[in-house]
């Protein structure tokens, strides 16, 4: 008999705040911190997408019931959900990075996704909960990755650590402003796919900017149109100069 996926029990307005936060961070959050900064090269955009998407997060579920943490591993940042509904970990990563992970040793696996999957090593939640947290019985390593995960799980704003179902990893890639892929995992100690889901079937974007047509001269570069909503965001922050004959974003120089 096969066993229910366990993913099955993330809410799907959840998923739908995850992909909103990558949508945005990718197309209108970066295009206002552009045309902001007015930045002539692009060489930490990878980055700033990044930070403009975690920022979506917290917004995003600053008001529900998913709790979060933030932690800083190395050069990185890791940012944690916590989804009280499923009883779910969530973490996040780009496609690119995951598939690099696949292929690497065990050995060469970032250590906070070692700990994370410890959550996974038994399906049976309520008996793994009790004994991943009791350090009295593990080897060096083990012992090593549950310190870890318990420091991980420390950052939330109330005990998580005894209530945790499961981790997830939710996998995503965007280019051009578009999500072009979102999955979730729930992997094993080695990195073993257990059970999967394609998030991209189960959301869909919701515009705040849209293409519009725009008569241009010689001179004129198009740009896209501003809604009135991405219009009425962008002002308070003073962002760009809007012209008041349309809502067009100005030429630079």
């Not at 962002?239 to 809502?247: E, G, M, P």
């Amino acid at each position: 008999m096969a066993h229910q996926n366990c993913l099955d029990s993330i809410p799907k307005h959840i998923i739908q705040k995850i992909f909103q936060s990558i949508f945005s961070a990718g197309g209108e959050d970066y295009q206002e911190a552009e045309n902001y900064l007015d930045l002539q090269t692009h060489i930490s955009k990878p980055f700033v997408k990044w930070d403009l998407f975690h920022r979506n997060l917290i917004r995003n579920f600053s008001e529900s019931k998913v709790l979060f943490s933030s932690n800083k591993r190395g050069m990185w940042e890791v940012l944690l959900l916590y989804e009280r509904e499923s009883r779910m970990l969530l973490s996040f990563m780009s496609d690119a990075r995951f598939k690099e992970i696949q292929r690497n040793e065990p050995e060469a696996r970032p250590k906070y996704i070692q700990a994370l999957t410890l959550l996974n090593e038994k399906l049976d939640a309520k008996r793994r909960q009790k004994a991943l947290f009791d350090a009295e019985e593990s080897d060096g390593d083990t012992e090593e990755l549950r310190t870890l995960l318990n420091s991980l799980c420390n950052g939330f704003t109330e005990p998580v650590d005894d209530q945790i179902n499961h981790h997830v990893l939710v996998v995503f890639s965007s280019n051009y402003g578009q999500v072009t892929s979102l999955k979730a995992y729930v992997l094993d100690s080695d990195f073993g796919i257990v059970y999967e889901q394609d998030w991209l079937d189960k959301a869909k974007p919701i515009l705040s900017i849209e293409v519009g047509k725009i008569s241009r001269d010689e001179t004129e570069y198009i740009k896209p149109k501003l809604t009135a909503k991405a219009t009425k965001r962008m002002r308070p922050k003073e962002l760009v100069s809007l012209r008041t004959s349309d809502t067009s974003v100005p030429k630079h120089g």
